[in-house]
């Protein structure tokens, strides 16, 4: 059973910076995508970044320029380099990896930046 652990959150101010990662507890293989979403009380869970099979990335307009998404398969875990944080970045930030048979989600970090 593959099990996705995210850690690196944490309380940050404004214009600070937090990595995320977010460890894989087995191989897995067939990737599709690799994601970081974020979930803001109140909020539906929205995609933050995502980083395809073919070394693509993708970014919400609102973290572009700012967020950057990264792989290191001999560790197997995904990053998210998080730069000049705001206070609407706060949220819970989970892990997502769609391969072609599963969908694996982290149990999910908490951000928080205050105003």
């Known amino acids: 059973q593959v099990r996705l652990v995210e850690s690196g959150g944490g309380l940050v101010q404004a214009g600070g910076s937090l990595r995320l990662s977010c460890a894989a507890s087995g191989r897995i293989s067939s990737i599709n995508t690799m994601d970081w979403y974020r979930q803001a009380p109140g909020k539906q869970r929205e995609l933050v970044a995502r980083?395809?099979?073919?070394?693509?990335?993708n970014y919400a307009d609102s973290v572009k320029g700012r967020f950057t998404i990264s792989r290191d398969n001999a560790k197997n875990t995904v990053y998210l380099q998080m730069n000049s944080l705001k206070p609407e970045d706060t949220a819970v930030y989970y892990c997502n990896i769609l391969t072609s048979s599963n969908d694996y989600w982290g149990q999910g970090t908490q951000v928080t930046v205050p105003s």
């Open positions: 980083l395809t099979s073919g070394s693509n990335t």
